[in-house]
């Protein structure tokens, strides 16, 4: 049953300040319970927990750690369908839709455990002393060390993947670090059932109390509070490029500034080589607008951007798409805020001199509903207008008629960074495919081949990142194991005695866990 609480170091927490859930199909408030807003104090409580319980918790047996992540994705299962229908409810997304994203949820906890239990995270190193060299070469032994409680921000477009136990939290928990979470103000139900959840994995498992913490609040400050705690070393936020980049003021505000770990704004171009345009631009055509309409368009990695050479081929592609985006229904937006954003940015690209507007989809017969939109505009004209290049959060996208491979080429170099790009490409386009991809390597996490952008495998090998302002930091992703480098950093131990070196480093005992032992892997 749903308090309206928040949960401050395992002890639920009444406040003043209330607040409301949204359903975004209706438009009207969901009245069955009020949620807590935090108050400032509230912030530093948590916080201040979580410092308290960075010791205990970085310190515990790695086996202990990793059971606690598998216990917090068994507590999520165990929620059931009141958690599917609670977020749908408050969403607007489908049950389907919700009931994959938990058990993506789950299933990224659970690969953070077997990350843990494996061990090669902490990148051990040993160089042996060899005291007749001159000078004389010291003992040093090196790994990685969590940096402390971590903030994390809820996004709006995942309420479960991305939020309370998405994959910030998951992979900070993983590292070592505490974490205190700012639920987003869309889904404050979603976030009360799922911290009940992480709370009753941390009381089983026999974590220290402050290890999770979630805080709400429709106000800015709750969020600008966290991030400038001084007891929080490091944030995770998915979000909208405004939001990031505040958040980026304040950690560099700091007396001792934090890393920021934001993703934020990418339109994720896609790249029709002439050969695979020719032989199967109508189908690419349909099968564009399938991933574009996905979610409501409502991803990170939406095909906002298409690019190809122009002609009659890229003429029967964009008839194609035209076609399959003129019966796309319209489909109800995340919150009436992301609706307002999105008709804005259809509005702005319509206005601009250089843009064709090709065709829409239905209109909304209800609140929030995003009619879908599909523009065109000439690559010479393409960087004149930055509104051509902004991300519009929604079923909307631009085709860019590009005069030839070397315009193409010029104009995905002067890109800003993107988390994907995509390349349609046969046989016959790999010599144009290989001028392409050093250029897509310097402004994209994720190079696609034959495929669509939409859908994130989370796994060892994938980088859900890229150059700013798709992320603002190019050397991360937050997505699939690697996302644990964000919140280590390394330690030197200098002629350290056995007795005090922490038990991973001593002689022997790196069995299994990939060391590098005097310059040589073992």
């Known amino acids: 049953m749903l308090k309206g609480e928040l949960f401050i170091a395992g002890e639920r927490r009444a406040s003043s300040d209330r607040f409301q859930g949204q359903d975004p199909a209706t438009g009207a408030a969901i009245e069955d319970v009020s949620f807590a807003g935090a108050s400032e104090a509230d912030v530093a409580d948590a916080c201040a927990a979580a410092e308290a319980a960075f010791a205990p918790y970085s310190t515990l047996p ?96 995942f309420p479960l993947a991305f939020s309370v136990a998405g994959g910030d939290t998951a992979s900070a928990l993983a590292a070592g670090c505490p ?206 207008d930055p509104v051509h290049l902004h991300e519009v959060f929604g079923v909307s996208s631009v085709v860019v008629r590009c005069a030839d491979m070397d315009e193409l080429i010029a104009t995905v170099g002067q890109l800003e960074g993107q988390l994907t790009a995509t390349l349609q490409v046969d046989a016959a386009d790999h010599p144009a495919g290989a001028r392409l991809l050093p250029v897509l390597e310097r402004t994209v996490g994720r190079i696609i081949a034959n495929g669509w952008p939409t859908g994130v495998e989370v796994g060892h090998a994938m980088v859900h990142g890229g150059p700013y302002p798709a992320t603002s930091d190019s050397r991360s992703t937050s997505v699939g194991s690697m996302a644990i480098d964000r919140f280590l950093r390394p330690v030197s131990y200098q002629d350290m005695p056995a007795e005090l070196l922490p038990p991973v480093l001593n002689d022997g005992a790196q069995d299994n866990i990939g060391a590098r032992i005097d310059g040589r892997w073992a």
């Not at 790695?62 to 606690?68: D, H, I, P, S, T």
């Not at 994203?101 to 990148?123: K, N, S």
């Not at 160089?127 to 007749?132: E, R």
């Not at 194609?320 to 937006?333: D, E, F, I």
């Open 62 to 157: 790695l086996e202990q750690r990793a059971q606690f992540l598998e216990a917090i994705a068994t507590e999520i299962e165990a929620l059931g369908d009141a958690l599917v229908e609670r977020a749908c409810r408050e969403t607007g997304l489908p049950p389907a839709r919700i009931t994959g994203e938990r058990g993506r949820t789950a299933g990224q906890l659970r690969l953070f455990a077997a990350e843990v239990r494996d061990g090669r995270w902490q990148r051990v190193r040993i160089d042996h002393a060899d005291p007749a060299r001159i000078p004389p070469k010291p003992d040093l032994r090196l790994r990685m060390i969590p940096l402390g409680p971590v903030a994390v921000f809820g996004a709006s477009n």
């Open 179 to 384: 974490v205190v979470v700012k639920g987003h103000r869309a889904h404050p139900g979603t976030a009360e059932l799922v911290a009940g959840a992480i709370t009753r994995a941390a009381a089983s498992t026999g974590m220290p109390a402050g290890v999770f913490s979630l805080v709400n609040g429709t106000s800015r400050r709750v969020g600008e509070a966290l991030v400038a705690d001084p007891r929080i070393q490091a944030v995770g936020f998915t979000g909208s490029r405004a939001g990031g980049e505040a958040l980026m003021r304040i950690a560099a505000a700091r007396p001792r500034p934090i890393p920021i770990y934001a993703e934020m704004s990418a339109v994720n171009p896609v790249i029709i080589l002439p050969h695979a345009l020719a032989a199967r631009g109508t189908a690419l055509g349909a099968a564009f607008v399938a991933s574009l309409a996905m979610g409501a368009g409502q991803f990170c990695t939406n095909p906002g951007l298409v690019l190809a050479v122009d002609g009659p081929d890229l003429d029967a592609f964009i008839d194609a798409a035209g076609t399959a985006l003129t019966g796309q229904p319209a489909q109800t937006m995340l919150t009436q805020g992301i609706w307002e954003a999105f008709e804005q940015g259809k509005a702005k690209l319509g206005a601009s001199a250089h843009v064709t507007a090709v065709t829409q989809g239905a209109e909304g017969t209800g609140p929030n509903q995003g009619r879908a939109a599909l523009f065109s505009v000439k690559g010479s004209d393409l960087l004149a």
